[in-house]
């Protein structure tokens, strides 16, 4: 089946150049990632590729996504695990990262066992 009324890829191709449309894969391209108020999208892998026309750039991004939420950690909620879990800064840090912030499950897990 041909996309766009039985035009075969080639001749699409053409026509797009025809009408100042370029487009082009990058390569080795490891991750996007797009920041948004709480959570990050990462696009792992990805198939990037970058259309041009009229001098404007946009970039479109095929993979497979993985959200991820936006945790605000404090120094002060790290010290309190610490305290309270007899832990060292990075395990603390961890554990609350691994907690999504969740101070009660962060000692807990860390308590456990």
Known sequence: ????????????????RQMGIRMEELEGVKEVIIRLE???????????????AQGE??????????VKPIISISEDDIKLVMEQAGVDYETAKKALEEAEGDLAEAILKLTEG
């Open 57 to 66: 750039k946009s970039y479109q991004i095929i993979g497979p996504e993985e």
């Open 1 to 16: 089946m041909f996309p766009m009324g039985g035009m075969n890829p080639r001749q699409m191709k053409k026509l797009m």
């Open 38 to 52: 709480n959570k990050e999208i990462v696009i792992k892998e990805p198939v990037v590729t970058v259309i041009t």
